[in-house]
């Protein structure tokens, strides 16, 4: 299997259906959709079920740990983050990152990639003053060089630990200048909004 898509989700039964569009849509269909129901009480669960994802429930109540619930599962040669959210901004982002995976991944362990900032526009793969973004779903990364590393069970920021652990491992990067993401930034009701408060 070429990619596994982990979603960590929590009560998102109002908006998460624009994200699994986003991936249901997609002309590449090597792929398994994993999404993780941290304490959900709505109707996420059903929702995801029905758009075929593999659905395992966790009472962590942080994003960290149940991205590490989607990474004990995940079978992809590649992982995909998501946040349920945010989407993929066309039909061809896997078909497109297959293609650049095929020819080049003997020499890629991160492949980063451009995308929307709500509220700011485009944002290049290392936009944040020439440096690469934490955030995990900018990123297609090799399952292999993650490895047993895991998330730190943090709300909201444990993109920062699992980026820095990795890099630590000193991976080959290749930076694809394609905005493919968009990033529901301080969107009403999200954690990075209420941490903001």
């Known amino acids: 299997m070429k990619f596994s898509i982990i979603i960590p989700a929590y009560n998102s039964a109002g908006y998460i259906r624009k994200a699994l569009d986003s991936i249901r849509i997609q002309s ?20 995801a079920e029905e758009y075929g994802a593999k659905v395992e429930e966790v009472d962590c109540h942080c994003d960290g740990g149940t991205r590490n619930r989607g990474l004990d599962i995940a079978q992809g040669e590649w992982i995909l ?14 078909e497109q990152l297959a293609g650049l995976l095929d020819k080049y991944g003997d020499r890629i362990d991160i492949l980063c990639f451009s995308f929307i900032f709500r509220g700011r526009g485009y944002a290049s793969p290392t936009g944040n003053g020439g440096y690469h973004w934490y955030a ?49 930034y301080m969107r009403q009701g999200s954690q990075t909004y209420m941490l903001k408060e």
């Open 28 to 47: 590449f269909t090597d792929y398994e959709l994993i999404v993780v129901c941290d304490s959900c009480t709505d109707d996420t669960r059903a929702i």
């Open 81 to 94: 983050f998501m946040d349920d959210d945010d989407w993929w901004l066309h039909e061809y982002v896997l």
């Open 136 to 184: 995990v779903w900018n990123k297609c990364w090799r399952r292999t060089v993650i490895g047993d590393t895991r998330f730190p069970n943090v709300k909201a920021t444990s993109d920062v630990g699992f980026t820095d652990a990795i890099l630590a491992k000193h991976p080959r990067m290749f930076d694809w200048d394609m905005p493919l993401y968009y990033y529901n």
